[in-house]
């Protein structure tokens, strides 16, 4: 036992001794793990896909997409289990002519609403078409927008209630009916109604029923797409799992090419440490024993670029524009963690193995002494 703590000692005098080359060290691991630390926090955004773009009881949905520019093409009756949408891309003068998308939300909205911060629209506001908008946070923090502030959107006043955090959901939401105010008359808003029905038949009979109803109220109208619920999911499915391959094959690859460079640069250290590894070993060391410790090594230059990469990689993607395309969160850490530990026993499997092949005899040569 007196002998395992002695190896454990050399190890701290030896970083102690030689922290410029350690330092380096964690550089390498630092550079060859943040690719695939990024791609991990991107493949987590992506699972957001699902969330935002599915509702309960999709399956028994159907969603109807046209141009128009009447806000009343489908009576909004009561009993109806559906909900309606606009959206527009507005020229807000006061943002250098900036075209941010303005969606009209009713009461019924079926798809979740992305994170916010401050407080979401009340059942009221949504029903009446108050005058209160959420804005993404980007373009409050680029034109100082504070919540409790008033913007202008088509020379009518809209107060902030809260702050859209998900940068995929750039723009500004507004209650439907405040919308239906402020552009009434306008050409080409695109419309989105979503209805859930009880049975396939039911969604054929309405959606035809519907489609009707808007080329009559809406003579201008021109219908995009009718798409029932399975369609909606299956899209949904089919983009989060595209962007996972593409992100996971990413990580795939920057791992591969971690591995090997960072297994020629540690049987690199180990053939300069042979002497040392030999004397121990002719004192008595184990194999396990002197694995352990060149285990421990390595977990000490994993761990401090580990935190170095979690400390670093969100203003990182700041910087590049990306904050948008990463999640740090918990379950992020935990499986970045988990393969970077498990990247770090590989390489010190494979250190290990160049100089086990090594009798104490040939890492003692007086020639290298």
Known sequence: MCRFRYLFYQVFL???????????YILSFYTGLLLPAF??????SVDQVIYYTTFKGMERAAQIDWLGEKFDAVSLDEGRKGSVS???????????????TIKGIDEHFLYPLPEITGREFTKSELKDGENVCLLNRKNAE???????????IRNRKFKIIGFIEDEKHSGIIIPYRAMERAYAGERLIQFSYIFLADDEDEREETSGNLVRQI?????NAEILEVTNGEVLYENALAAKTRWRAVRGAAAGVSLFFFLLNEIIVLAGKIKKERQAIGVNMALGASEKEVRLCLLFE??????????????TLVPLARVFGLESAVILD??????????AFLMCE??????????????ISAMLKAGDL
Do not use: P
């Not at 080329?215 to 003579?219: A, L, Q, V, Y």
């Not at 590989?346 to 009798?359: E, I, P, R």
């Open 14 to 24: 030896k970083i102690k001794y030689e922290k410029k080359r350690y330092m380096l």
């Open 142 to 152: 680029q034109y100082t927008c504070n919540i409790g502030d008033m913007i202008t």
């Open 346 to 359: 590989l390489l010190t499997w494979g250190a290990f193995n160049a100089v086990k092949k090594s009798t």
């Open 39 to 44: 791609c991990i926090a991107n493949i987590r």
């Open 86 to 100: 606009a959206f527009y891309e507005e020229d807000i003068t006061k943002w250098n002519h900036q075209y941010v």
């Open 215 to 219: 080329e009559i109220n809406d003579k």
């Open 298 to 311: 390595t977990l000490m230059i994993t761990f401090t670029a580990a935190v170095l990469i979690l400390s």
């Open 330 to 339: 918990s379950e992020t850490v935990i499986i970045f963690l988990v393969m």
